[in-house]
Structure formats: structure tokens, C-alpha cells
């Protein structure tokens, strides 16, 4: 992956996770549900990354468990 696509990657696996986040605060879980299919796609491009890129998804990780506690709270109330 070039560092052009790389960081294109991030970018919007960044923009999602925000949209993820509206969507689990405003309590849209078809939105939710909608975002889940670009994500997995995202991810799988990433899980493809050299282990020196991995260095540039420590923030990305921050949202994704911020998420992952979010929709959890979702799926519990």
C-alpha cells in the first residue's frame, strides 16, 4: 500500500468511525447498521498493512474502542 492510499485509508476509516459514533449517540442503529458494511472493508485493508504502518493506527484504535463501548451500551439498553 503506498503512503498515498495508506493515509487515504485512515482518512476514512477516521470519517466512519465519527459517523459511527453520531449514529450510536442519536441512537440510529440503521445507520449504524449501514456504516458496518464500509467498515469491514476498511478493516480488512488495513489488517493488510506492513507491521511498521501499524504505528500510524494507534488513534484510529482510540475510536474504535470508544465505538466498540458505545455500541455495547447500545446493544445492553
Do not use: F, Y
Request: charged share 30%; hydrophobic share 45%; no cysteine.
Amino acid at each position: 500500500m503506498t503512503a498515498d492510499t495508506l493515509q487515504s485509508t485512515i482518512d476514512s476509516m477516521d470519517d466512519l468511525l465519527d459517523a459511527e459514533r453520531a449514529a450510536l449517540l442519536a441512537g440510529n442503529i440503521e445507520e449504524v447498521s449501514r456504516l458496518h458494511r464500509r467498515k469491514e472493508e476498511l478493516i480488512d485493508q488495513l489488517n493488510a498493512l506492513d507491521a511498521e504502518d501499524t504505528a500510524r493506527l494507534t488513534a484510529l484504535n482510540a475510536k474504535v474502542e470508544r465505538n466498540q463501548a458505545l455500541l455495547n451500551t447500545a446493544l445492553d439498553g
